[in-house]
């Protein structure tokens, strides 16, 4: 009548199934999706994390030159798409559980980066880090055809300035070049 | 005497501590299975003498998850009230902590637990392990342990 | 002077009070550890129920404003109390109780029956709707397993003839042990004592599911401490019945080495008690009375017959 | 009420009550210990995401209706992503379906399993509910190296995956998977041959095949009310056509019937996990993502706990103009006043659990009362199980 479940439980009795926890670490298999991480080693500060988290968990913010990237995984959904948004591979999903703590705003891996004011109207708009990053990017992809200078004048140039109407020309010849680099 | 008493007292709510789990609202049942799994076989948080409480009157832990509804705000309250001294309460979940996804200023929600009832420890994931949150309750512990002490 | 010191004592310390609780504090240790790795788990270590008492007994207890005092307060007291004494029945060294009088068997079982009308009353005046439901449970199932319990037990009192514990004991230690003189009465009364001490398949009283916890839901703190006990007394008195009125056998002229068989009895008995609540659902409260009435009662009354016409005495 | 002339009593069952995981008040009203009525008000676990879903851009949605419900996080996005897909006529790749299929039926045993679980608890049965949530960490073992984490899967996103399933990990599952069929099949023994649990639910809860129809029940609730339907066969939305698996049937309407039901189907769910691993074709995760145009379609999955519907309107932009899930709970939710009248107290719980109640899922549109207007509301959802666009 109770044959099967006696049977089981006899089993279980002589080994129970209980993972002895704080004895043995758990088992974390790859590519677990723990507490996010910056590295800021690698960090570049392009936001491309903040712009794709579904949760605004990550909180960019500028203030007195320095711009300021922020996980708060107190509101983190650990969906690892910030980790497969970043063109560095800086933020990374640790492969721990995150420990739990009495004050929420301990669950915070934040980067500070220096910016880069504009040439002409001297705001700060994007990290050094990253004008860095495209430099670097370019050359390798452009070789020659652009030199440092000039591009360093482009990316030095905030968006707004840009597109202002008398910056507009030498940006143009600029791009002219690349893209006539590129269809050959 | 008293001193041996407290020291007793203090070691009994160090190895009963009985928990009761509130889901609080705006959630999607992954904290609560969580926290259910942590009493089942692979974790069995009943070798630390945790145990579920059926009603709040019995409870020392509140273990509360998901963020506050306006529909729960007022039982959230009593429940934390129906709760006997001393309590502590832990917040498990990333919706418990800040509201996840769902964000604050929606319709429904009425805010995160925190601003409705003192929470001592907090448990981030979504959901977190049963490990993290058998972790969150013995930190728990630690402040029943520590208020015994004082008083 | 020297006899009521020690019988002040018997009644405080050994068999008592603080034995009780503290030897009812391991078989729930043993019931709860059973159960644990039954079910594939570890389970809590030794000194469980001893925190688990003393973590209530230092807890803040809550009184509900539209409860009846006097019954809340009251209704835990009254059942430690006559748990308390029922183990003062029951002989452990020897074949002598420390109160043994002609006819305690009769009070033995009477102090038995009032924790279930000390839980109906928590259940009342706690004015709860889940603890009314309870009380009235508690009430249905005690109609229920009163007759089966009477009935086996009245089985052993015509077997040996007479009503005092001493003689039961004493008779089984010469004739042999009444489980095996009267099997099927054993039987039906290890499902009654199932039924007392509300374990499943009969534990709907306190059916966590249903109505929270039943007549213990609206306490806390201290009182609730006073239940833990309660429930500790509960499993040492009604194994102790068992291992006394079913398994008397043997008593040696060893008193220490009485007292530790006794010991090992009970928590034999215990075991029985603890597995049957393991491998086993609830039963729905009008679904009990068939494992009560049609199982249990008509097997004792077919022992009670077969005694009565002398077959296999 | 008031015709009743002996005393009625109502009994809150919930929200905070310990057979109710989830949120709902039940005032179930009792003349002595039988059920006369009930009243069902959900509605604690509202969170306005359809309302949230229009604010965020497609991608960015699918995270948040994982969250919709954490016991079946695999279906949702499914259903998600396949209505998107539609509706911005993205062809996934073979191999993305595939992962889904894994993990839509890795979801389906462990939810199955769980809710084993939780109908033996309320029978007070605790030791199958350990036994089963035992064997129930396997599968979870499975899903963790799957996708990461136990619970919210992050794996289907608009146009595809975003996790492979690489030959070790297959083999790592297809282990597991033994053993969960193993645990399983003891499983169905053990309440097959248990006297006790047949007495506690056999002929309680029944809901007739007629009543089933009327109440448009979903998924396992009317699979066990002999009703053979399943989105899997009649829509194969993620390449079910390609495995072989068998639609479980029972007839005898109650309780056991949908515990019998649930078991059989996380059997079949192992079928189809073997099959799509052994079969699994090679080829890319993602698809091409498409501009978005204005359009609308449906996307249809077979939950754990029955038929769920995903509606998507879409327009130029990135965010969608407007999406409507209907949930199977949400159906199968107002099935329980026939089921419950006429039955004992003491059932009220096994019976609100046995249809799987997902209250997190369905709380999006709260009702007050279910006693008027009940069937107008079915009606209106008749109208959306017809296949096509009715909008």
Redesign the interface.
């Known amino acids: ?5 006696l049977k ?2 006899a089993k ?1 009795f002589v080994k129970p ?1 209980t993972v002895p926890f704080p004895a043995v670490q758990p ?1 974390f ?5 723990g507490p996010p991480r910056y590295d800021p080693e690698t960090c570049i500060g392009c936001g491309a994390c903040a712009h ?1 988290c ?2 605004d968990a990550i909180t960019v913010t500028t203030k007195d030159g320095k711009k300021i990237l922020e996980v708060w995984f107190g509101k983190c ?5 910030c980790e ?1 948004a970043c063109p560095v591979d800086s933020i990374k ?1 640790m492969e721990i559980y995150s420990t739990p703590s009495p004050n929420k705003f301990d669950f915070v891996s934040r980067v500070e980066h220096d910016m880069v004011k504009c040439r002409i109207c001297g705001k700060y708009f994007a990290t050094v880090k990253h004008v860095e990053w495209i430099i670097k990017n370019v050359r390798e992809k452009m070789g020659e055809t652009v030199s440092i200078s000039e591009l360093k004048n482009y990316l030095m140039t905030c968006p707004e300035c840009r597109h202002k109407v008398e910056n507009v020309p030498s940006f143009r010849k600029l791009l002219m070049r690349v893209l006539v680099k590129e269809v050959k | 005497m008293c001193g041996l008493l407290c020291k007793l007292a203090a070691w009994a709510r160090k190895k009963s501590p009985w928990i009761f ?3 609080a ?10 926290i ?2 942590a009493l ?3 974790y069995d948080v009943e070798r630390f003498g945790i145990l579920l409480a ?1 009603s ?1 009157k019995h409870a020392d832990i509140l273990v509360v998850a ?2 506050v ?1 306006k ?2 705000k007022e ?1 959230l309250l009593r ?1 934390y009230q129906q709760v006997p001294e001393p309590k502590a309460v832990v917040a498990v979940g990333s919706c418990a902590i800040s509201g ?4 604050t200023e ?4 009425a805010g995160t637990v925190d601003q409705f009832i003192p929470v001592d420890v907090y448990v981030p994931g ?2 977190p ?1 049963p490990e993290a949150i058998i972790l969150g309750i013995v930190e728990a512990i630690k402040k029943l342990e520590g208020e015994t002490r004082k008083s | 002077m020297v006899a009521q010191l020690l019988l002040i004592i018997g009644l405080l310390v050994y068999p008592g009070f603080v034995f009780s609780i503290l030897y009812g504090g391991i078989l729930i240790w043993i019931y709860r550890k059973i ?1 644990a790795r ?4 570890r389970g809590p270590p030794w000194y469980q129920t001893y925190a688990d008492i003393m973590k209530l007994l230092s807890k803040e207890t809550i009184i509900p404003r539209n409860a009846w005092r006097v019954g809340f307060i009251g209704a835990p007291i009254i059942s430690i109390v006559s748990l308390a004494t029922a183990m003062l029945l029951i002989p452990i060294w020897s074949s002598k109780p420390l109160l043994g009088f002609v006819g305690d068997t009769i009070v033995l079982l009477y102090l038995l029956t009032v924790p279930t009308f000390a839980i109906i009353l928590a259940g009342i005046s706690s004015n709860s ?1 889940y603890g009314i ?1 309870g009380a009235s449970r508690e009430a249905s199932l005690l109609v229920w397993y009163e007759l089966p319990f009477w009935f086996s037990i009245a089985t052993i009192l015509i077997l040996t003839g007479t009503l005092s514990v001493e003689k039961i004991v004493s008779i089984q230690a010469t004739l042999g042990p009444n489980i095996i003189r009267a099997p099927l009465a054993f039987i039906a009364f290890i499902i009654a004592a199932q039924a007392k001490l509300a374990k ?2 009969f ?2 009283p306190h ?4 109505i ?1 916890a039943g007549p213990y839901t609206e306490y806390s703190g201290v009182l609730r401490g006073f239940f833990e006990i309660n429930e500790a007394l509960k499993w040492l008195t009604i194994s102790s019945v068992t291992a006394t009125f079913f398994l008397g056998w043997p008593i040696t002229g060893n008193p220490v080495f009485n007292a530790l068989l006794f010991m090992v009895k009970v928590a034999l008995f215990a075991i029985i008690f603890a597995v049957i609540d ?10 009990a009375h068939w494992p009560l009435w049609k199982v249990a009662l008509i097997i004792a009354l077919i022992d009670l017959v077969r005694i009565l016409a002398g077959i296999g005495v | 009420m008031g015709m009743c002339s002996r005393k009625v ?1 109502s ?2 069952v919930g ?5 109710l ?3 709902a008040f039940y005032k179930v009203y009792v003349e002595g ?1 039988r059920i006369v009525d009930a009243l069902i008000k959900p ?7 359809e ?2 879903a229009m604010k ?1 851009s497609y ?6 209706f ?6 079946c ?1 695999a279906a949702h996005t499914t259903a998600y992503c396949v209505a998107v897909e539609r509706c911005l006529k993205i062809d996934v790749p073979k191999r993305a379906q595939y992962i889904r299929a894994v993990q839509a039926e890795a979801n389906r045993i462990h939810s199955h399993l ?1 809710w084993f ?1 939780v109908a ?12 089963s ?2 064997i ?2 396997d599968i ?2 499975v899903v ?2 799957l ?6 899967y ?1 794996v289907n996103t608009i146009g595809g995956v ?2 492979d399933i690489t030959p070790e990990m297959g083999k790592y599952i297809l282990e597991k998977l033994n053993k969960v069929e193993k645990g399983t099949k ?1 499983l169905i ?2 309440v097959k ?5 047949k ?2 639910t056999k002929e309680v809860g029944v809901l007739t095949k007629e009543e089933a129809r009327k109440y448009c029940d979903v998924g396992p609730t009317a699979r066990a009310s002999g009703i053979e339907e399943d989105v899997r066969r009649a829509d194969p939305h993620i390449n079910y056509e390609d495995f072989d698996f068998e639609v479980c049937v029972e007839d005898t309407c109650d309780v056991y019937a949908r515990i019998m039901v649930r078991l059989r189907e996380a059997l079949e769910s192992i079928k189809i996990v073997r099959q799509a691993i052994k079969n699994l074709p090679k080829g890319p995760l993602m698809a091409e993502l498409t501009v978005p145009r204005p359009n609308e379609d449906i996307g249809r999955t077979e939950a754990p706990r029955g038929e769920l519907i995903y509606y998507i309107k879409s327009n130029y932009t990135n965010v969608p103009e407007r999406v409507k899930l209907r949930t199977p709970t949400f159906v199968n939710l107002p099935s329980t006043k026939p089921m419950l009248i006429g039955d ?7 019976i609100i659990v046995s249809i799987d109640p ?1 209250l ?1 899922c369905n709380d999006r549109v709260i009702i007050i009362d279910v006693r008027t207007g009940k069937e107008k509301t079915m009606l209106l959802d008749e109208i959306i199980r017809r296949k096509g666009k009715v909008w």
């Open positions: 009548m109770k044959v099967n479940i089981e439980a279980y199934a088992h298999p790859k590519k677990f999706r794709v579904p949760s959904t650990f969906c690892a798409r497969e999903l | 789990h509130l889901p609202g705006g959630l999607c049942n992954g904290c609560d299975i969580e259910v799994a089942t076989p692979r059926p709040p998901g963020q509804t529909h729960t039982r429940v996840n996804v769902f964000g929606n319709y429904p929600l979504c959901p392990k | 159960r039954m079910q594939g788990r709707p439901v499943r398949p534990d709907i059916a966590e599911t249903e929270v393991i491998i086993n659902p609830r039963f729905r409260i009008e679904q | 009593y009994v809150p929200p905070y009550h310990p057979a995981e989830e949120m210990e509605g604690f676990n509202h969170r306005g995401i309302k949230l965020r991608r960015r949605n699918v995270q948040l994982e969250r919709v419900c954490g016991i996080s769980l679980g033996m608890h309320v029978i007070g049965f605790d030791t199958l509910f350990m036994h949530w035992a129930r960490e979870l073992d963790e190296t996708t990461g984490n136990r619970v919210n992050s975003r996790r003891y023994r053990a041959e248990d006297l006790t649990i007495a506690r004992k107290l003491a059932d009220a719980p096994q997902c997190s």
